[in-house]
């Protein structure tokens, strides 16, 4: 605990001098800055590459914390009861005198907002006088992180610091939620549909096709940047073929998600096995028919965005 305090010190010294640094959720790791900066929010679109059009989600302790920053509505404050802290964000309408910086929203009147269950972010969170903006730490378009070390594969010694908590825990983004006007789902996540459906008692649409609302939603996304095929039965000899369970028939070329068929543990896996698959040097990746239901839908979008890649 002591280490972790000093760390979260450490953390605090250079997020108040506008500089970005990793940090853990339980979806994936964040590079984070103070979303009330401009300064420090312009570092984040420079390290990861990332086009000023596209938004950064903006992490709140809790709901007290948010109050000053957005517009909160019935819908929002049951979603919050439920499922924060989190792997789901909201879009919600910003207050005029919020002080987020422009850099953030893009210049609209809305902010996606999330509440991390990460207890050292949390830590982190709660001593801080500002929310952090922290989009997954990668370079723009790539693979999302799942530990300190693919943070530091991606950025090497651009940035200063990043806590350390272990692997992600969910492994998959935060499902985002529009939640200004009718609820619709912008990006599949840590929540699948049917839960929030079911507890919500709605029907939720997903917005395939809009202009950009929130982060997650370009058509080339969470890339290996290698050509990757899906629904692949027979694989090539020379590619890695991945599988969501283990099969009589194995080789050095087979990559399992699960050990027995499950799709949550597929889905936290998914980011961790491209990595690994991307530096055996793999030319090409397949991977077999996965169900489209639950985590399986969310494993599937990731998918087809990094196979648009060619």
Same mark, same amino acid.
């Given at each position: 605990m002591k280490n972790n305090l000093s760390n979260i010190k450490k953390a605090i010294k250079y997020l108040n001098k506008n500089q970005c640094i990793g940090i853990p959720t339980e979806t994936v790791y964040g590079l984070a800055a103070n979303a009330y900066s401009s300064v420090a929010t312009d570092k984040i679109f420079k390290l990861k590459k990332r086009p000023k059009k596209n938004p950064l989600i903006v992490h709140y302790y809790n709901i007290q914390s948010l109050k000053n920053d957005c517009e909160i509505n019935d819908i929002f404050l049951k979603l919050y009861k439920k499922y924060s802290p989190g792997p789901i964000s909201y879009i919600l309408k910003l207050k005029k005198n919020s002080f987020i910086s422009k850099n953030v929203t893009n210049k609209k009147k809305t902010l996606a907002v999330r509440f991390p269950s990460h207890p050292l972010t949390r830590g982190l969170l709660k001593k801080l006088n500002y929310p952090l903006a922290a989009p997954s730490a990668n370079i723009s378009t790539k693979i999302s992180p799942v530990s300190k070390k693919d943070v530091k594969d991606e950025f090497g010694d651009k940035i200063t610091f990043i806590l350390d908590g272990g692997q992600s825990k969910i492994g998959i983004e935060s499902t985002i939620l529009n939640l200004v006007s009718k609820p619709q789902i912008l990006r599949l996540g840590g929540i699948p549909k049917y839960q929030i459906k079911k507890y919500l008692k709605r029907n939720l649409s997903y917005a395939k096709k809009s202009k950009i609302k929130s982060p997650g939603q370009e058509k080339t996304h969470y890339s290996p940047y290698i050509k990757l095929r899906l629904n692949v039965f027979s694989p090539n000899k020379k590619e890695a073929f991945v599988l969501i369970k283990k099969k009589k028939k194995n080789s050095k070329n087979f990559f399992y998600l699960s050990k027995n068929n499950n799709l949550k543990e597929a889905a936290k896996?998914?980011? +961790?096995?491209?990595?690994?698959? @991307?530096?055996?040097?793999?030319?090409?990746?397949?991977?077999?028919?996965?169900?489209?239901?639950?985590?399986?839908?969310?494993?599937?979008?990731?998918? +087809?965005?990094?196979?648009?890649? @060619?």
């Open positions: 896996n998914l980011y +961790k096995t491209l990595r690994i698959i @991307k530096k055996k040097n793999f030319k090409s990746i397949a991977v077999e028919k996965i169900p489209n239901k639950g985590f399986g839908e969310v494993i599937n979008d990731r998918l +087809k965005r990094a196979s648009y890649f @060619k």
